[in-house]
């Protein structure tokens, strides 16, 4: 049996699913053995499940070219973790205050029991997590509350929430493909938690990961998460934007990479060949989007009842939206705020893995927890008999029973006729001895 473990941590986005494996030999100290993707289209809207079959049938394949990798096989693949966010994703404010006796510590499970109570006038089906934000103890800010004595606690708890619908879908799709989920992970907690320094954390810092059809957005203080919201706009919105100048979604996507700059606003491009398209025209259109979504970006601030002036660290950015050319300086040119791009600690940008910080930080979060399940396993092998015994019959053998007396045969014409001659003979000696 094997010392290490295996994680398989998987990414259903809206563009692509990707899927990484990784070995772990102790809490926290996790290696990168693979990681394969497939691309998908309209079978993932806002990073909510729209066409089970069709995710299912990609997942398949992803699962499929994984477990097949040399560095893999022959394990199968038994249980997944999940990345999860999308639409809908957000978190709820709750403030709860109690009086305590000065006399008795605060204990782990009275901090329980006021999860509980913060969740308690929702939804249970639409929670995710509860997550404490605050707390002040007799009107002093303190980080962890548990062992201190005082009179009154005021604690602030932010509820993750989303549509049920979300995990339900996903659920059903590796339902049919018969692998265990073992848990769903919280994509930007994770991705922040890796990705921002503890100084970004503490000083007051706003994540941002733009994606194919959503943005999200955590704000961070105090080394807590204040806010968290999903945005239902993304880099797609500036191709189909470009799909209105008569070109199809493929042709937009690439002159969108090629040639969109979100700061190039009445700017022609030269020498560009953009498929008929006026350049004039594709510069507005990207410029336009790009900002139309930094704006809501920035905006989220006052959502989260937060200035610039609070969040001294600014902006962290990751997400493959944020690819397009100059799409950080125009998010600080609106905020006026730092912007930094957000990498996952150790991998150089440009390399493969750079492609999918936020599925690595989910991995470093799984690897983490005291409790890691080990989602591969190698297939039993055929038990073959020794070489040197005796090979055993593969089939019953029959059974052998005692012959039966065979019937004899039917006597010939001439033989029954001889015997009646001879019959007859022996008949007439015995009636003349008779006589005598």
């Given amino acids: 049996m094997e010392d290490k473990k295996y994680i398989v941590a998987l990414e259903i986005g809206s563009s692509h699913i990707a899927g990484v494996v990784a070995s772990v030999t102790a809490p926290g100290n996790a290696t990168i053995v693979c990681y394969h993707e497939v691309p998908i289209l309209d079978c993932v809207r806002y990073g909510s499940i729209v066409n089970v079959d069709e995710v299912c049938s990609k997942t398949n394949d992803l699962l499929y070219r994984i477990k097949n990798d040399s560095r893999v096989a022959p ?25 305590l006796n000065e006399d008795v510590p605060i204990s782990r499970e009275f901090i329980e029991l006021l999860k509980k109570e913060a969740s308690a006038g929702l939804d249970s089906k639409n929670i995710v997590a509860v997550l404490p934000r605050e707390y002040e103890l007799d009107g002093s800010t303190v980080a962890n509350p548990i062992g201190s004595i005082g009179q009154h606690l005021h604690a602030v708890m932010n509820v993750v929430l989303c549509r049920p619908q979300m995990r339900r879908n996903l659920q059903m799709v590796f339902d049919r493909m018969k692998i265990r989920i073992n848990d769903f992970i919280i994509t930007p907690i994770a991705a922040a938690q890796s990705m921002l320094t503890s100084e970004e954390r503490r000083l ?21 998460l204040l806010y968290l919201n999903v945005l239902p706009m993304g880099s797609r919105n500036i191709t189909r934007d470009l799909c209105s100048l008569n070109l199809l979604e493929e042709q937009a996507d690439k002159i969108k990479r090629s040639y969109g700059d979100a700061m190039s606003v009445g700017v022609d491009l030269p020498n560009a060949d953009i498929s008929g398209a006026s350049a004039l025209d594709v510069s507005n259109y990207v410029s336009a ?33 944020m690819h397009l050319k100059r799409m950080a300086d125009l998010l600080n040119n609106i905020s006026d705020m730092k912007v930094r791009t957000g990498l996952y600690p150790g991998v150089d940008e440009g390399k493969e893995l750079s492609k999918i910080p936020q599925l690595l930080s989910v991995v470093e979060w799984i690897s983490n927890q005291p409790q890691t399940a080990n989602c591969m396993s190698i297939p039993a092998m055929p038990e073959y008999p020794d070489a040197n015994e005796p090979a055993q019959p593969t089939h019953k053998p029959q059974e052998i029973h005692d012959e039966q007396p065979k019937k004899p045969k039917k006597p010939s014409f001439i033989s029954r006729f001889i015997k009646q001659m001879s019959d007859g003979v022996e008949k007439t000696f015995e009636d003349a001895e008779d006589e005598q």
């Fill in 204 to 224: 007051g810092s706003v994540y941002v990961d733009h994606g194919a059809e959503t943005t999200t957005v955590a704000v961070y203080k105090n080394n807590s």
């Fill in 75 to 99: 394990r199968q693949i038994d249980s997944v973790y999940l990345a999860f966010g999308g639409r809908s994703l957000h978190t709820e404010k709750i403030e709860i205050d109690r009086d």
């Fill in 289 to 321: 989007r790009a900002g139309e979504i930094m704006e809501n970006v920035f905006n989220q601030l006052q959502f989260a009842q937060m200035t610039p002036g609070d969040l001294a660290a600014g902006f962290v950015t990751t997400g493959r939206g």
